[in-house]
């Protein structure tokens, strides 16, 4: 292969580098899913077992990609990165697959995710990309839960409830379910209202000594950053031997990461 006339074309790879020292954020989004969705006949608004099997692909490509703290990866290549997680989250849908839906066979079009890197220089920032999608993920369950309440108990068509919840505030929707279909929001499982966090547990900090443990966040010099090399390869090993757990909790809050100063330091 070496040395055709054809090798000009490796030039045209571009090195897609991201700034080092940043935290990335991986984001991948399953393709076309809502008509995936209807084709498998997800329960509405939250189908459980769907659910489960992105948590065991999340969790697989965890602990495939050691690198990866919090379903989010820290690297350099990212290309590389992007492609790297969403290829092996749908190979591990696909192949989980049977373990959640064991009457549905899949078929064409099969299933596949998009993927997208965000950096963030700082912690503050990831805290804040991770509060975004946590309230992101209320809104969407709130607003669900009352519109397939509405449509599946209610007997109302999907554009009356539709025009029902036009310009409704969370309260609204909370006395909606309540009155007319006595469900207390609250109530609803963990999982729908807060999502999945997935990360590596080692033991939990208590507390009260939690907020001692959380350094401030510093930027380090590119000789700081050498330094550590052999650091960040113990800690490498470290987190591949590390438990996965996937909680539904508030990420919102200093108190989970507090607890987990591991996460971001
Ligand atoms: P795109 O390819 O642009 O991402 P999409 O059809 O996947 O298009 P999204 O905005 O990503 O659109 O929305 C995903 C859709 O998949 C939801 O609106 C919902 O209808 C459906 N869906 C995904 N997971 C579940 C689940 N666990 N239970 C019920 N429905 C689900
Ligand atoms: P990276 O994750 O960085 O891509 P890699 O281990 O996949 O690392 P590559 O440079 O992509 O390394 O090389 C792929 C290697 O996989 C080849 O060197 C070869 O050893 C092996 N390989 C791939 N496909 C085949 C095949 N069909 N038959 C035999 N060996 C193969
Ligand atoms: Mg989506
Ligand atoms: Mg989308
Ligand atoms: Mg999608
Ligand atoms: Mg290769
Ligand atoms: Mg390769």
Not at 16 to 21: E, K, Q, R, T, W
Not at 121 to 134: A, E, G, H, T
Not at 210 to 236: I, N
């Amino acid at each position: 292969m070496a040395n055709s006339k054809y090798e000009y074309v490796k030039a045209f790879e571009q090195p897609d580098i991201l700034l080092p020292n940043t935290w990335i954020v991986i984001r991948i989004d399953g393709r076309g899913f809502h008509k995936f969705s209807a084709k498998y006949a997800f329960a509405k608004p939250n189908d459980r077992r769907a659910l489960d099997l992105m948590n065991a692909a999340a969790k697989a490509v965890m602990s495939e990609l050691p690198d990866i703290v919090i379903a989010y990866g820290v690297s350099d290549e990212y290309s590389k990165l992007v492609t790297t997680i969403a290829s092996t989250f749908t190979a591990y849908f696909v192949h989980l697959w049977r373990d959640y839906f064991p009457d549905l066979q899949l078929s064409p079009p099969l299933p596949s995710f998009d993927g997208r890197a965000v950096m963030y220089p700082s912690v503050q920032n990831l805290r804040d990309y991770m509060s975004w999608r946590q309230v992101d993920c209320h809104i969407n369950n709130l607003y669900n839960t009352t519109f397939w309440a509405l449509v599946q108990s209610g007997g109302m068509e999907a554009k009356d409830a539709e025009k029902e919840l036009a310009g409704t505030v969370s309260s609204d929707k909370n006395e909606i379910l309540f009155s007319r279909f006595k469900i207390n929001y609250n109530n609803e499982p963990e999982i729908y209202k807060k999502g999945s966090v997935a990360f590596r547990d080692y033991e939990l900090v208590e507390p009260s000594s939690a907020s001692e443990m959380v350094e401030e966040d510093s930027a380090k010099t590119t000789e700081q950053l050498e330094l550590s090399k052999t650091q960040q390869e113990k800690d490498r090993k470290r987190r591949a031997k590390a438990r996965i757990t996937i909680q539904h909790v508030d990420v919102i809050k200093d108190e989970f990461w507090e607890r987990r100063p591991w996460l971001l330091s």
